[in-house]
């Protein structure tokens, strides 16, 4: 994790967006089988004149500071790259999620994150980690109905996946024990982006877009949606 938090600052920039996944291995290599591995993520919104002059060096500086297990370097259209999670979150699987936002990934986080990972129980769950800067931070925070502010940040999910309900109910208290223990060291409230939420609750709401852009989407939920129709959701009430 010390070393994405450098490649974030040598590598982020408007085409090149880096992300972060601690799970358990379940690939062919038999060594890994049961074993923690942090996955890091590298995307060049590029045309492939500019991919060969950002991903490359981005490729060989990430090969440097913390040598792969193995990687995988390759064309992938917006669509695919779309579905790069669908299969780990198919319909059928349990699942539990919470979400907060990180100013940087300090050593205290490092800490706190390697001390939590261990506790969780099904290997399907996971840790993610978005980095949010480049024209994420171009449009002001009230000029959109986004649930957070716009400066550069971690965007982090915390994800109990199982196949089963058993298996989930240990994995929640693992979620909510590590949210519990990043939120010391969140911005705001650390409530997060509400599509990784799962408790709808009011006050939830309002913490993660804010008092006055939460008053604004009353109003304008008011005007169009009066009887609350539409509520089955992160339910905003009408004003």
Not at 137 to 166: K, M, N, W
Request: overall charge negative.
């Amino acid at each position: 994790m010390a070393a994405f938090r450098l490649e974030v600052g040598e590598l982020g920039g408007e085409d090149l967006r880096l992300a972060l996944g601690v799970v358990d291995h379940g690939g062919p290599a038999h060594e890994l089988h049961g074993g923690v591995v942090a996955g890091r993520h590298v995307r060049a919104a590029a045309d492939r004149v500019r991919l060969r002059t950002r991903a490359r060096p981005a490729r060989h500086s990430i090969r440097e500071s913390l040598p792969p297990l193995f990687d995988l370097v390759t064309p992938m259209p917006y669509v695919e790259l779309q579905k790069l999670l669908d299969e780990a979150n198919a319909w059928g699987i349990h699942g539990y999620e919470k979400g907060t936002y990180l100013q940087e990934l300090s050593d205290p986080v490092i800490d706190v994150i390697t001390e939590q990972i261990p506790r969780k129980n099904s290997p399907m769950s996971a840790l993610l980690f978005y980095r949010l800067d480049g024209a994420y931070c171009q449009a002001g925070d009230d000029e959109t109905a986004f649930s957070g502010g716009r400066s550069p940040r971690y965007g982090v999910f915390i994800l109990g996946l199982a196949p089963d309900a058993g298996l989930l109910d240990a994995d929640r208290g693992w979620v909510r024990g590590l949210w519990e223990a990043l939120r010391p060291h969140a911005i705001g409230s650390g409530d997060g982006y509400i599509n990784g939420i799962t408790d709808f609750s009011d006050d939830r709401l309002r913490h993660s877009y804010g008092p006055a852009k939460y008053e604004r989407l009353a109003q304008i939920k008011a005007q169009y949606d009066p009887g609350n129709l539409f509520h089955l959701n992160a339910n905003i009430r009408p004003a």
